[in-house]
């Protein structure tokens, strides 16, 4: 006997959803636990896309990130065609900016964007919905380009970096980042079309399942963005002790590793440290691999270099995680350098006399950097830093006066762009 095939259910229970609709329900979801909820987006991703097909959970992933990606935009074009503004929570505006940014910039055709999310919206603002929607495309409107930052962040990296790093940072988030490699032995490239921007990297020019590119299984490489990769780069080849902390997900410990580096890596979350013990396995590199809390942790001994790459509010990656423009929050700011420092002042009592200590943090806010150098500086008279030197940069690329390394959007722009970052090495006397 035939049988029907099996459609996703809606969670109520009632008829089955039409297909393309589970994966824009999920997009909904992740959409609100990161405006709503402030939930990072990969965070939220297993719950909202709970049972779907991995294309659907990719679908909802793609319209998710693009559409906080162009959000500024897209609330101004939904705006310009209601009478009053809809709240900033309303589902009816979450409805609108899901088919808007399907049929604006995914190449979703309009009849199929908005078919798609009006099964999402119940009442009333169904009609809403469809009416903004037809009026829109039916005036041809465009997403502009670049798009527009969020006028939150705009005004607080304005204050920090200027007019430059704003339009800087909206060329940036325009297009997700290329996929950067960085490999086990310098000296055995993997044959891929690809630009090296520093010896044991690889930019490659098209995207691709990680897992099917020519030596992943084989442990050539690990998926570690460029700038990523300098805080270890800058600890250099070793034969001593070193302690990678917070180490998650370990593209710096298989660095030190590789490096020759006796590593003891250290992270409180264990969930995250599961992709470093596959890539050790994968790569055949060992490290110690430690789950534990650094406020309560401690080392056996000191260790000849330390990289503590510290947690932060993570805003310099937004060009491939745009949740954190819209969920960071000055307060997480705060909190996160005030969780930097402690960390810091543990991490300075670890480093053996004459050993290295790098600092670094994924983050373009000066609380996060410079500012947090400057004050631990201060209290710990033994420490002095060791000048990056151009030399150990990509071409184009240099280091501050004071010899730190910050990176903003503009870093290398043509040849595809860098994370932002901040990264001091520092020398314990």
């Known amino acids: 006997m035939n049988k029907t095939p099996n459609r996703p259910r809606r969670p109520s229970g009632q008829e089955p959803d039409a297909p393309g609709v589970p994966a824009r329900r999920a997009a909904l979801k992740l959409l609100d636990a990161v405006l709503r909820r402030g939930l990072a987006l990969e965070q939220a991703l297993d719950s909202a896309a709970q049972g779907l097909a991995p294309n659907d959970r990719g679908l909802a992933h793609a319209i998710a990130a693009e559409t906080l990606r162009r959000l500024p935009d897209l609330d101004a074009l939904i ?19 899901v088919a808007l940014v399907q049929a604006l910039s995914l190449g979703t055709p309009g009849h199929a964007a908005i078919s798609t999310v009006l099964p999402l919206v119940d009442g009333g603002p169904r009609k809403l919905v469809h009416g903004v929607f037809g009026t829109l495309l039916r ?27 704003i339009e800087d940072a909206e060329r940036a988030i325009a297009v997700p980042p290329l996929l950067d490699l960085t490999l086990r032995d310098p000296a055995r490239a993997p044959d891929l079309p690809g630009t090296s921007l520093l010896p044991g990297h690889l930019r490659l020019d098209e995207k691709a399942s990680v897992t099917g590119i020519e030596g992943y299984a084989e442990g050539d490489w690990w998926v570690q963005d460029l700038a990523a990769s300098i805080p270890a780069r800058l600890i250099g080849k070793g034969a001593g002790t070193a302690l990678d902390l917070c180490a998650a997900p370990g593209g710096k410990t298989l660095q030190l590793a590789a490096a020759g580096w006796a590593v003891t ?35 056996s001994a000191p260790a000849d270099a330390v990289l503590l790459d510290a947690p932060c509010s993570a805003t310099g990656i937004f060009r491939r995680h745009p949740d954190v423009l819209h969920r960071v929050r000055p307060s997480l700011i705060q909190e996160m350098a005030e969780l930097q420092a402690r960390l810091l002042a543990r991490a300075a009592e670890w480093v053996k006399p004459g050993g290295m200590l790098v600092f670094s943090t994924c983050s373009l806010e000066p609380q996060e950097g410079e500012a947090q150098l400057e004050r631990f500086l201060a209290k710990h008279a033994g420490f ?27 870093a290398l722009a043509q040849a595809g762009g860098l994370d932002g970052f901040f990264i001091a090495r520092l020398r314990r006397s």
Do not use: C, Y
């Open 265 to 299: 890596a250290v992270d409180v979350s264990e969930s995250r440290l599961a992709r470093l013990h596959e890539n050790l396995e994968r790569t055949g590199l060992a490290a110690q691999v430690v789950a534990a809390d650094l406020l309560k942790w401690q080392p």
């Open 79 to 97: 705006d310009s065609a209601t009478q009053r503004d809809l709240p900033d929570d309303a589902k009816a505006r979450f409805a609108l900016r």
């Open 139 to 165: 005036q041809g409107v465009t997403l502009p380009e670049p798009p527009t930052l969020p006028d939150p962040v705009a005004l607080r990296w304005h204050a920090a970096w200027g007019d430059q790093m």
């Open 384 to 410: 002095e830093i060791v000048p990056i030197a151009a030399d150990e940069l990509p071409q184009g690329v240099s280091p501050r006066d004071d010899g730190t390394l910050r990176l903003l959007p503009g």
